[in-house]
C-alpha cells in the first residue's frame, strides 16, 4: 500500500514563481492537510480539507490556496512564492477530522 | 480550544537508559492523544494513541505512554535507549467527538549517547 504520495521530492523555485504541489491518498481517507515544518516553529497547519468539495483555513494560509476535487487528490498551490516559503511541506491524511493523520515523505522548497 | 505542551525541546539520553519525553494538554472535551516519531528526513509516523479504554497504551519500537486524565498528561517512555531512537517526536491531541482536528507539540528532538 502506498499510503500518502507527494511530488515533487524536493524542487528551487525563482521567486514570483507558480508552483503546485501534488498529493495523492490510496486509503480513501476524508480529510486531508498541508502541514510546513521549519526549524524551531514544528508543524503549522496551512490549509485542510474536511471531505471532497470542502477545505478550510489553518494557521498559515497566507498565499498558499488548495483544492479538493475528489478523495485522492490535494494539490496546494503557491500562486507568487516568496522566499518566507522555503520550508518543507508535508501532507496528510485522516479517516476522520480528528483521529490519527497519515503523513506523505515531504516536498523539500527552496525559493530564491 | 486544545493545547500540547511538550516540556523540552532536546532530551539526550545515554544508550540504555530510560527515555521519558514530556507532554501535557489541554482539552474542552475527552482527548484523543497521540505520539509520532519523525527519522531525519522523513515524514511523521504514528508511534502509539489513546482513544478511550485503557490508560496505559503500547506502541511500536518499545515505546509506551499513559494517559493521566488528573494530571492532564501523556507522557512518552521507553524502559532502554537504542541508537535507533535518536529522532524528534511530537504529541498531538483531538478531540474526536468535536470533530476538532489533531493539534500537535512543538516537538523533542531525542539525542542517545553511546
Known amino acids: 500500500t502506498a499510503g500518502i504520495t507527494q511530488a515533487p521530492t524536493s524542487q528551487i523555485l525563482a521567486a514570483g514563481r507558480s508552483m503546485t504541489l501534488r498529493c495523492t491518498q490510496d486509503m480513501r481517507h476524508n480529510a486531508m492537510y498541508w502541514y510546513r515544518q521549519d526549524l524551531g516553529l514544528g508543524l503549522r497547519l496551512i490549509h485542510y480539507?474536511?471531505?471532497?468539495?470542502?477545505?478550510g483555513k489553518g494557521e498559515v494560509p497566507d498565499g498558499y490556496s488548495v483544492s479538493r476535487a475528489n478523495t485522492d487528490d490535494f494539490p496546494l498551490t503557491l500562486a507568487s512564492a516568496v522566499p518566507s516559503q522555503t520550508s518543507v511541506y508535508f501532507c496528510?491524511?485522516?479517516?476522520?477530522?480528528?483521529?490519527?493523520?497519515?503523513f506523505g515523505p515531504g516536498t523539500r522548497l527552496t525559493v530564491t | 480550544a486544545q493545547s500540547v505542551t511538550q516540556l523540552g525541546s532536546h532530551v539526550s539520553v545515554s544508550e540504555g537508559a530510560l527515555v521519558l519525553l514530556r507532554c501535557n494538554y489541554s482539552s474542552s472535551v475527552p482527548p484523543y492523544l497521540f505520539w509520532y516519531v519523525q527519522y531525519p528526513n522523513q515524514g511523521l509516523q504514528l508511534l502509539l494513541k489513546?482513544?478511550?479504554?485503557?490508560?496505559l497504551v503500547k506502541g511500536i519500537n518499545g515505546f509506551e505512554a499513559e494517559f493521566k486524565k488528573s494530571e492532564t498528561s501523556f507522557h512518552l517512555t521507553k524502559p532502554s535507549a537504542h541508537m535507533s531512537d535518536a529522532a524528534e517526536y511530537f504529541c498531538?491531541?483531538?478531540?474526536?467527538?468535536?470533530?476538532?482536528?489533531?493539534?500537535f507539540g512543538e516537538g523533542t528532538q531525542l539525542t542517545v549517547n553511546p
Open positions: 489513546y482513544t478511550t479504554g485503557a490508560t
Open positions: 480539507s474536511n471531505t471532497a468539495g470542502t477545505t
Open positions: 498531538a491531541v483531538s478531540g474526536v467527538t468535536s470533530g476538532s482536528r489533531l493539534t
Open positions: 496528510a491524511s485522516s479517516e476522520l477530522l480528528g483521529s490519527e493523520q497519515y
